[in-house]
């Protein structure tokens, strides 16, 4: 059921609460930002995730969607946010609480079932409101989003890295656990012996010892073949997860080296190896990420998982029907480096793909051309500080929801910023040693009165 709107109780036990009103600062730059958010647009928009009859009444949408920014904000996990929301007053002003509360107002399992009904539609939502939110505040200027840089990376998966070892161990024990639950009494589940083969498989490649860690590991293949026969033979018509389970380990059990479309984790079949020519990390296990930001400001317009690993230019297109749905028509150059060359984009929109000397560009595009690489601290911010680094969501979907709500959750951090930089630049004009002091004892503070300019 639709979430009800929160009523005052008018007993008088709220005379002896305290009102968050008399315990936050309105100069606060999270208050600044939850005054600034158009709160009712999510009710609309976010109508979906919730049945219109059936169930109870369910939990604000205000309280989820500040839960998910503070997630992404400041990189915790659900339990963790939880736990801060209880200490933090200003956490529970953004949420829309009247009062302090003093227990946390929802399990941590709530944000994920809302997540797995919160479709790609709702998390671009999440995302618009940050640009939108900005722009009544003043903090992004129209002529910030006229020319944007996009770029792709990967967005790595939650999972080891694969081996064959480890697949056809793995691969065993899901089997002999599905069969346990479905009472199949198989010949032998090989529970103790693929465990040691494990141990003196990893042992051996540590020593380099790699005859003796390839006998172990055909071991452990020809063990996930046995299982997978006595199975079809005990059962010969699977119900559709026993099935599905079956087909996986087959591909694993059959799939080479060299082959293409291979299963690299067996509970996230959907990551793909994808090689980006880095140095230190040759191969990464995950989906490729298309992201867009403003050349000035660094603001993001855009992120978008492309799962199938496709070429960089086939995925501009998608990339900038994004951008279109975040901003509008506001956009008029877009700038690429040299693999989306053949990208075949035809809009309104001007592409420009950087060339690697001078003289090839106009001078007044070219300084423009030259802002093409701030998309890469960009990246690096969203990976190391707003959890794209890792994405532990399920399925495609998940990949999906993580690469928006990661964008999301860094704009609402520079909303955040950029508040607070302009208290305390009123503040500097009316009493530059009162700041100055400020700063010294609040290092973490960045306040810059030029970029202000």
């Not at 919730?50 to 969607?65: A, D, M």
């Not at 505040?137 to 694969?162: A, G, S, W, Y």
């Amino acid at each position: 059921m639709k979430p009800q709107q929160e009523l005052t109780s008018g007993y008088q036990a709220d005379f002896f609460r305290t009102e968050l009103s008399r315990m936050v600062n309105p100069k606060h730059p999270m208050v600044k930002v939850a005054a600034g958010m158009d709160w009712e647009a999510f009710e609309t928009a976010l109508e979906q995730t919730w049945h219109p009859e059936l169930g109870r009444p369910g939990v604000s949408t205000r309280l989820l969607v500040s839960l998910n920014y503070l997630k992404y904000v400041y990189d915790l996990s659900d339990e963790g946010v939880l736990e801060l929301w209880v200490e933090n007053p200003y956490w529970q002003h953004l949420s829309g609480m009247k009062f302090f509360e003093h227990q946390a107002p929802i399990e941590a399992s709530s944000l994920s079932r809302w997540r797995t009904r919160l479709a790609k539609v709702g998390a671009e939502k999440l995302l618009e409101e940050t640009i939108k939110a900005g722009l009544r505040m003043k903090l992004i200027q129209p002529r910030q989003l006229e020319r944007i840089n996009v770029d792709t990376t990967v967005q790595e998966k939650h999972v080891r890295f694969p081996t064959d070892s480890r697949l056809y161990d793995r691969a065993r024990t899901v089997l002999v656990s599905l069969a346990k639950r479905r009472r199949l009494k198989l010949r032998q589940s090989y529970e103790r012996v693929g465990k040691r083969l494990m141990l003196k498989q990893s042992r051996y490649a540590h020593a380099r010892q790699y005859k003796r860690a390839g006998k172990c590991g055909r071991h452990l293949k020809t063990l996930l073949g046995r299982v997978i026969r006595d199975i079809q033979r005990k059962c010969p018509e699977p119900d559709p997860k026993l099935k599905e389970e079956l087909k996986q380990a087959q591909r694993i059990y059959d799939q080479q080296r060299k082959d293409k479309g291979k299963v690299y984790s067996v509970h996230a079949p959907e990551v793909e190896c994808i090689s980006k020519g880095k140095a230190h990390k040759r191969y990464e296990f995950g989906v490729k990420v298309s992201v867009g930001t403003s050349s000035r400001g660094g603001w993001h317009v855009a992120a978008q998982a492309h799962p199938g690993n496709p070429y960089d230019g086939h995925t501009l297109k998608e990339t900038l029907e994004q951008v279109r749905r975040m901003v509008g028509e506001k956009v008029k150059q877009v700038f690429v480096d040299r693999g989306y060359r053949g990208h075949g984009y035809e809009g309104e929109m001007d592409v420009h793909v950087d060339k690697q000397r001078k003289g090839k560009t106009p001078k007044r595009l070219w300084k423009w051309m030259k802002r093409r690489a701030v998309v890469e601290p960009g990246i690096s911010h969203l990976k190391h500080g707003h959890r794209m680094n890792r994405n532990r969501l399920k399925g495609t979907q998940g990949d999906q929801l993580n690469a928006v709500l990661s964008a999301a959750g860094m704009n609402f951090r520079k909303l955040l910023r950029q508040a607070g930089k302009t208290w305390l630049y009123i503040r500097w004009m009316l009493n530059p040693a009162e700041i100055q002091l400020h700063i010294i004892f609040n290092p973490n503070t960045a306040f810059y009165p030029r970029s202000l300019n």
